[in-house]
C-alpha cells in the first residue's frame, strides 16, 4: 500500500490541570490515506476533537509520532512546516464562533489568499472569492460578500467556513463536529457538498462526530474509528464495522442508534450496560477501559490486560477485546 | 516646546479652505451639494483645528463621502446577482480608486450614522464638539484679557469683580478680567492635556495586556505583580506626592505621569480581554492558514476589543481631567494662565469662594469640566455602536 497521507503513530497526549495529569489520548495509531474518508466516532470527552487537532496540526502529540507522508512532522524545516500547515485544515463545530464578527465574507476568505499570494491581482481576487462562494452552494455570491457573519444562518456561515478552508487548497480537512450545531434539514445538502468537494479536489476528510448514524452515511466508501476514553477500540472499513460490529462499546452505539422507520425503532433491543457512568478520565479503569460498563465483562482477563487492536476471523476491522479476539465470542456476564 | 499645539490660526484657515474646495469641487461634478459643502466645512475646521495632519485626511474622507453618494446606484458586479460565468472583475485603475473611494465613504456614513442613532451618544458628541469649536475658533472672535486692569499692590486698589453684564456676559474676575476670554482660551491645555494622557494610559494598558496575555509566563507574571504593586499605591495621593517635588513645567510630562501610575486597571481587563479572544475558533482557523501573528493581533483580536479600548479610552480622559484640575487646585503644578484650573484655583487663593460676585468666575469653569465630563461618558454610548459591526448595521 502507499505510504499514507498522514499517520499518528503511537500518539499519547496528556494535559495538565491542578498538578493532575489526564491521559486524553492513549496508543493512537492512524493513517489517512490520499483522497480518503476517516470518520471518529465517540462520545463527547473520548480525545477525538484532541485526535484532530494533532491531525490538523494544532496540537502536538505530548509522545509518539505524526509521519507526514512517511516524514515526521517535527524533522520538517520552519518554513515547509508554514506550507504544511496549509496542507491541513479544519471546519469547526461552531459556526457562530469560527468567524470572526468584526470582518465581512470578503474579507474573510481574502485574508489567506492575499497573505499566501494565492492570486496576483484585486480581478482575480475578487473571481477567486466568487469561485469558492459557488463552491460551497452560496449562490449568488454577490449577496453573501459585502455581509458580516451575523447576517448569515448557521448553515450558511459553516459554508463560509469550509470556503475559508479551501482557499489554501488543502491536501486534508478535519471536519470537526462540522453540521453538529446546523439545523437537520440542511445537514445533508452540507455533508453532500464536502464529498463533491473531496471528489473534485482529491482531498481526504477527517470526520468528527458523535453520531453514528451520521458516520455510516458520511463515511460509506470511507472508514471508521471508533473512540472511548482516549483509545480506539474499534477501526475498520465503514461497512465492516457498522454491519458486523465487534467491539461490544460500537454494538452499545450502534444499537442506541434511532431508525427512520419508528416500528424498527420500537423493535430495537438496546444493549444494556451495566452501568451508565463513564469513568473520569482522571481514572481510566484498568485493563479495558469499557470493562465496568461491558456486558460482556469476563473477569481476570478485561480488567487486568489493555487490549490490542487485531482483526479475527469473522470481522475483518481492527478492534480491541480480547475475549472476542481469543474465544470468537462473546458470553454476556452472569453477576 | 508645546507638542499639543494646534495651528489655530489664519494660515490653518487658510489651508482649511484650500482644501475644502476639493470636496466642494466634486461635489459639484456629481451634484452632491449637501455632502459638498459639509464636507468642506468639516475640511475647513479641521485644517484649522490640526492643520495638514488633520486638513489632509478630512479631505479625503469628505471626498470619499460624496462619491459614496454619487455611486450608490452604480452597480458593482461584485456584488451584483450574476453568475460567475457571465462577470466580468476587470477594472481600471481609476474605477478601482473610485470603488475604494465609494467603499471608504459608505463605511464612514455608516459610522456617522450609528454615532446619531443612540440619542444620549450624539447628544455628548455634540457637546464634545461644542467645546472643541469653542475652544479652536473661540480665540478668532474673542481676544484674551491676560493682563490685570488694576495692580492690587497700588494703594486704593480693591477687588474689581463683578458679576455678568451686558459686557461680559460671566462676569470679570478679582483682577478685573474678562470671565469669557478666559474661558475660550482656558480649556485648551486641559482638555488636550486630558486628551494625551488617556492616550498614554491607554497605550500603555493595552501593549503591555496583550504582551502579558500572548506571551504569557515570565512576562505575564512581572507584568501582573507590577499592576497589583501599582495598584494597591493610591494613584491620586501619589501624583500629588510627586507633583510637589518634580515640577511639570510641561503638560506633555504631566500626561506621562498620569499615564504611568493609571495604566494598570486598564491592563488587567485587556489582558482578560485577550485571554478570552485568542483562544476562539476563528483564530485557530487563522492559525491553521498559517496567517502569522501579527495578522492575528491586529486584524483578529484587535477589531473585537476596539469599542471596548475606546470607551476606556474616554473614562481615563475623564479621570485624567480630574486629577489634572484637582492637582491645579492645590496649585502643586506650575500655574500657567489662562486655564479653567487655575480659575478655580484663583477664586481659593483669594478668598472669594463664598462672594456671590465671584459666581461668574468659578462657576463657569468647574459647569464647563462637569459638562465636558458628561459629554464624555454619554459619548461612550455611541462609541460601542460605531464599532461594533453587529450593532452598526441596526440589527
Known amino acids: 500500500m502507499s505510504t499514507p497521507l498522514l499517520e499518528l503513530r503511537d500518539v499519547y497526549r496528556s494535559f495538565e490541570k491542578d498538578r493532575v495529569t489526564i491521559p486524553v489520548l492513549q496508543d493512537i495509531n492512524l493513517a489517512v490515506h490520499e483522497n480518503e474518508i476517516l470518520c471518529i466516532v465517540g462520545e463527547s470527552g473520548c480525545g477525538k ?87 460551497v452552494d452560496l449562490t449568488p455570491p454577490g449577496d453573501i460578500v459585502n455581509k458580516y457573519p451575523h447576517q448569515l444562518s448557521g448553515g450558511q456561515r459553516q459554508r463560509v467556513s469550509i470556503a475559508r478552508a479551501l482557499t489554501v487548497q488543502p491536501r486534508l480537512i478535519v471536519a470537526d463536529e462540522a453540521v453538529s450545531m446546523v439545523d437537520v434539514s440542511i445537514r445533508v445538502g452540507i455533508l453532500k457538498m464536502l464529498h463533491q468537494l473531496r471528489a473534485e479536489f482529491g482531498m481526504s476528510i477527517v470526520f468528527i462526530t458523535h453520531d453514528l448514524a451520521l458516520a455510516k452515511y458520511f463515511a460509506w466508501e470511507g472508514r471508521i474509528a471508533v473512540m472511548y476514553l482516549g483509545r480506539i477500540v474499534e477501526i475498520g472499513r465503514t461497512p465492516d464495522v457498522i454491519g458486523n460490529p465487534a467491539h461490544p462499546y460500537t454494538r452499545a452505539l450502534l444499537a442506541a442508534v434511532p431508525e427512520a422507520d419508528p416500528d424498527i425503532t420500537r423493535r430495537k433491543q438496546p444493549m444494556r450496560l451495566r452501568s451508565d457512568d463513564i469513568p473520569k478520565l482522571t481514572a481510566i479503569p484498568r485493563g479495558c477501559a469499557f470493562h465496568p460498563r461491558c456486558p460482556f465483562f469476563v473477569p481476570g482477563t478485561c480488567d487486568h490486560d489493555v487490549p490490542t487492536l487485531a482483526p479475527s476471523a469473522e470481522h475483518p476491522q481492527e478492534f480491541a477485546c480480547t475475549p472476542l479476539q481469543q474465544e470468537g465470542s462473546l458470553q454476556p456476564y452472569a453477576t | 516646546m508645546n507638542l499639543f499645539a494646534t495651528v489655530a490660526s489664519p494660515t490653518g484657515l487658510a489651508l482649511g479652505v484650500v482644501v475644502g474646495i476639493v470636496p466642494l469641487v466634486l461635489s459639484a461634478y456629481y451634484r452632491q451639494w449637501r455632502a459638498g459643502l459639509l464636507g468642506a466645512l468639516a475640511c475647513i475646521m479641521a485644517g484649522f483645528g490640526c492643520g495638514l495632519i488633520g486638513g489632509l485626511p478630512m479631505m479625503v474622507v469628505a471626498c470619499a463621502v460624496v462619491i459614496s453618494y454619487a455611486y450608490v446606484n452604480r452597480q458593482d458586479p461584485f456584488t451584483s446577482r450574476a453568475a460567475l460565468s457571465e462577470v466580468s472583475f476587470e477594472e481600471t485603475r481609476r474605477e478601482a480608486f473610485m470603488r475604494w473611494m465609494a467603499n471608504l465613504g459608505t463605511n464612514v456614513r455608516a459610522g456617522l450614522n450609528a454615532l446619531m442613532r443612540n440619542k444620549s451618544g450624539f447628544i455628548g458628541f455634540c457637546g464634545i464638539m461644542f467645546f472643541v469649536i469653542v475652544t479652536v475658533f473661540g480665540p478668532l472672535f474673542i481676544e484674551y484679557e491676560g493682563r490685570a486692569r488694576l495692580d492690587r499692590r497700588q494703594p486704593g486698589a480693591r477687588s ?236
Open chain 1, 49 to 135: 476533537t484532541t485526535t484532530g487537532k494533532i491531525i490538523a496540526g494544532l496540537n502536538d502529540p505530548s509522545s509518539g509520532s505524526v509521519l507526514i507522508r512517511g516524514r515526521e512532522r517535527a524533522t520538517f524545516t520552519k518554513e515547509e512546516q508554514s506550507k504544511l500547515r496549509r496542507e491541513f485544515q479544519i471546519v469547526h463545530q461552531d459556526p457562530f464562533a469560527s468567524l470572526n464578527p468584526a470582518h465581512t465574507i470578503e474579507q474573510i476568505l481574502s485574508f489567506p489568499l492575499k497573505r499566501h499570494k494565492l492570486v496576483s491581482d484585486r480581478a482575480s481576487l475578487r473571481r477567486r472569492i466568487w469561485e469558492l462562494l459557488t463552491l
Open chain 2, 160 to 395: 474689581l469683580l463683578a458679576g455678568p453684564s451686558s459686557e461680559h456676559p460671566l462676569g470679570l474676575d478679582w483682577q478685573g478680567r474678562d470671565v469669557l476670554s478666559h474661558m475660550v482660551y482656558g480649556g485648551q491645555r486641559l482638555i488636550l492635556t486630558s486628551l494625551a494622557a488617556g492616550l498614554f494610559a491607554t497605550i500603555l494598558a493595552v501593549v503591555l495586556g496583550s504582551a502579558a496575555a500572548l506571551l504569557g509566563r515570565y512576562v505575564d507574571s512581572l507584568i501582573t505583580t507590577i499592576a497589583n504593586f501599582i495598584l494597591t499605591i493610591p494613584s491620586f495621593p501619589l501624583l500629588l506626592v510627586i507633583a510637589s517635588i518634580i515640577k511639570f513645567d510641561d503638560s506633555f510630562a504631566l500626561a506621562l505621569l498620569f499615564a504611568a501610575l493609571n495604566w494598570p486597571v486598564l491592563m488587567r481587563a485587556v489582558r482578560a480581554q485577550v485571554l478570552s479572544l485568542r483562544e476562539r475558533d476563528y483564530v485557530e482557523a487563522a492559525i491553521a492558514l498559517d496567517l502569522g501573528l501579527w495578522h492575528i493581533i491586529s486584524r483578529e483580536v484587535f477589531p473585537n476589543m476596539i469599542s471596548y479600548i475606546a470607551v476606556n479610552y474616554i473614562f481615563t480622559v475623564r479621570v485624567a481631567m480630574y486629577s489634572i484640575v484637582g492637582l491645579v487646585f492645590l496649585g502643586l503644578v506650575p500655574l500657567v494662565e489662562p486655564d479653567w484650573g487655575v480659575m478655580i484655583f484663583m477664586g481659593r487663593q483669594q478668598g472669594v469662594l463664598a462672594n456671590p460676585l465671584a459666581a461668574g468666575m468659578l462657576l463657569s469653569p468647574v459647569v464647563a469640566i462637569a459638562l465636558f465630563q458628561l459629554s464624555l461618558v454619554l459619548f461612550t454610548r455611541s462609541l460601542e455602536e460605531v464599532f461594533n459591526p453587529r450593532l452598526r448595521s441596526g440589527l
